[in-house]
């Protein structure tokens, strides 16, 4: 079949292992470093190891996400060497106060790194970083701050331009090509889950969650592509506009199939005109998903040209503030129980391990879940030690050529890289944080040290350093998952309760959709790899829907607020305010048949109407109106 030889022509080429893309990716890793560190030494600067550091991190499979994550860590470093000098130029002379307001400008950067999501959140823990390696570093020699910020931020811009000239020259692939392969399989995904629904068929709740998820989950992936190239801009923009009509043609899906059957609705003695309600939601409903099934296809096509989709949506980012705050809070007393642990003890020369502690901290704060990353570390560090003591007295044993430098840099970078290709597992970050550490113990520079007692007394602090930090994670812990549900939910339900006013609308309810997606997805990722009970999914996908078919209601009925059917409008939002449901069903009817007089077409109130009155009668419910959730 033709479709078996195109599988068959587009399937990777390995070559030990690894996809040859895989190895083309480590060689490019590997020459952007020895770049990097070559310009650095030529140009004499005082730290070459931050150059080789930000390759090993700028080191990502494709060109838009590397140069989106070097654009904010030159943005973060500028923070951080400001916050650096502000720090160290005012409290450089108060004695244990100075580790308190380092400390307090590590909680404030996990903060802010928890409202955000990928390399925004990576900025954030990188002032963080910055203050550490530049303010603590340095704590005894204030002045010297500046000097060092300068030279770490010349040598980070050197990393930065060896990564985007290697990948120029070699011609790193493109980005979005990726993106549309998982956009388009989303794509067939929720075809088939409103297929479904239009015959009326059962579908899971669990599968539409899962959906959510994965649609939501592209988000800070897709941020990525303004960077990439010249198209990248409406690129980013049809890509968003794809999410944002999954997830409302999604939403929509659920609607449809919680409506009731026609023969249910024909036996109701309520309300005489329900079943001819029903009729027109359901048949407004499927034009509906038609229409937004059409717009998804057409933003799709335009991400694969580069061009701007028709209608552009944006795609808010949920995230709360509880949280954030909570772990921005727990960030900050890690740092300072551990500063007064060194206080105490009055070792010396602890500012590296104090530095690599806050390093540990700010990076956790990216992760789902900071202990387990904090746990990566504490077995990552001896590794690293490993490496950098056989790098640095077996292979170059006393040597100082580049060549050497090169030749011996070249296992342990490939090596490193190809873990980093892995699609997932524990062996990606482990090569990542591995290469890093390494980088940071080796400390390459021109001429290299071989002092064997510096070299002990730094892994010995650098192995401390993240024990201490899992430590002070065991005796405060970060949120448990379960913690994190609750606060999510919580947040959910008080947001249902103040969509009657204008100020909790000033989205359009597509993107409010996508932005309550947003919340399921951390919802059902709180607890890492473990998913959360049925009914915790069941209940999150109810607040999803019942704010869904709330904010279609409210904007249906806000275009007809100034027609003659004020006065039905009026009425039916009263009914919306008291969620109930039979009152919904009666001012849906009367507003019909206001209509009906003006001869006013209203379909879409009705289709908004008619499911918001199944929401919420007292003994109905989106999530056991044949979506699968119960027996």
Not at 68 to 80: N, P
Not at 122 to 142: E, G, H, K, M, N
Not at 346 to 367: D, E, Q, Y
Request: one cysteine or more.
């Amino acid at each position: 079949m033709p479709g078996d030889a195109t599988s068959a022509d587009i399937r990777p080429r390995f070559f030990a292992g690894f996809p040859v893309s895989s190895w083309a990716f480590a060689l490019r890793v590997l020459l952007a470093m020895l770049l990097a560190l070559y310009v650095s030494f030529w140009l004499e600067l005082e730290s070459p190891t931050s150059a080789a550091i930000t390759v090993a991190i700028l080191a990502l499979p494709t060109r838009a996400q590397g140069m989106e994550k070097a654009g904010y860590r030159l943005l973060a470093t500028v923070i951080g060497v400001i916050a650096s000098i502000a720090i160290a130029g005012t409290f450089s002379q108060t004695g244990a106060l100075l580790p308190a307001v380092l400390g307090i400008w590590v909680g404030l950067c996990v903060y802010v790194a928890g409202m955000l999501d990928g390399n925004r959140a990576y900025a954030a823990a990188l002032s963080c970083i910055t203050v550490a390696l530049i303010a603590i570093q340095q704590i005894d020699s204030p002045l010297q701050v500046f000097p060092t910020g300068v030279a770490r931020g010349a040598a980070i811009a050197i990393g930065v331009l060896a990564v985007a000239l290697v990948n120029e020259v070699l011609a790193a692939p493109d980005y979005h090509p990726v993106l549309a392969i998982r956009l388009e399989t989303l794509h067939r995904r929720v075809t088939e889950f409103a297929e479904r629904a239009v015959r009326g068929e059962a579908s899971s709740a669990t599968a539409a969650a899962d959906m959510l998820r994965d649609v939501a989950t592209l988000h800070p992936e897709i941020a990525s592509l303004v960077t990439e190239s010249i198209s990248g801009p409406a690129r980013t923009a049809a890509a968003r506009s794809a999410m944002v009509g999954l997830v409302s043609e999604l939403a929509l899906a659920r609607t449809l199939a919680a409506l009731p059957a026609a023969s249910a609705t024909s036996r109701d003695d309520r309300n005489p005109g329900a079943s001819g309600q029903v009729t027109i939601c359901r048949t407004h409903l499927r034009d509906e998903i038609i229409r937004r099934n059409a717009g998804v296809r057409d933003s799709l096509e335009a991400l694969r040209a580069g061009d701007y989709p028709l209608r552009q949506w944006r795609a808010p980012l949920y995230r709360s503030p509880r949280i954030a705050a909570e772990a921005g809070v727990r960030a900050a007393i890690h740092f300072i129980l551990i500063a007064i642990i060194f206080i105490m003890a009055g070792w010396p020369t602890t500012a590296l391990c104090l530095s690599l502690v806050a390093v540990i901290i700010g990076l956790s704060a990216t992760a789902p879940d900071p202990r387990a990353f904090t746990t990566l570390a504490v077995f990552a560090m001896p590794i690293a030690c490993l490496l950098a003591g056989i790098l640095k007295y077996l292979v170059f044993n006393g040597v100082s050529e580049f060549q050497l430098l090169a030749i011996g840099l070249a296992p342990l970078v490939i090596g490193a890289a190809l873990l980093i290709t892995l699609p997932s597992g524990i062996l990606p970050p482990l090569g990542r944080l591995s290469l890093v550490f390494t980088l940071v113990i080796l400390a390459p520079s021109n001429p290299q040290s071989y002092d064997p007692d510096v070299f002990l007394v730094t892994c010995l602090f650098a192995q401390l350093s993240p024990v201490l930090v899992f430590a002070a994670q065991l005796l405060l812990p970060s949120l448990s998952g379960e913690r994190r549900i609750r606060l999510l939910l919580d947040e959910a339900y008080r947001e249902l309760s103040r969509l009657d006013s204008g100020r909790a609308r000033h989205l359009a309810p597509e993107e409010a959709a996508f932005r309550d997606a947003a919340r399921i997805e951390q919802i059902l990722t709180a607890k890492g790899a473990t998913a959360p009970p049925p009914q915790v999914v069941a209940e999150a996908l109810r607040c999803f829907d019942e704010a869904v078919v709330l904010r279609r209601c409210h904007a249906e009925l806000d275009r007809l607020a100034e027609t003659s059917l004020g006065e039905a409008v009026r009425a039916a939002r009263a009914a919306l305010t008291l969620r109930d449901g039979g009152a919904i069903l009666t001012a849906a009817e009367a507003l019909r048949q206001t209509a009906a007089q003006e001869n006013l077409s209203i379909e879409p109130v009705l289709a908004a109407l008619v499911p918001a009155s199944i929401v919420f009668e007292p003994s109905q419910s989106f999530a056991g109106s044949g979506q699968g959730t119960h027996p």
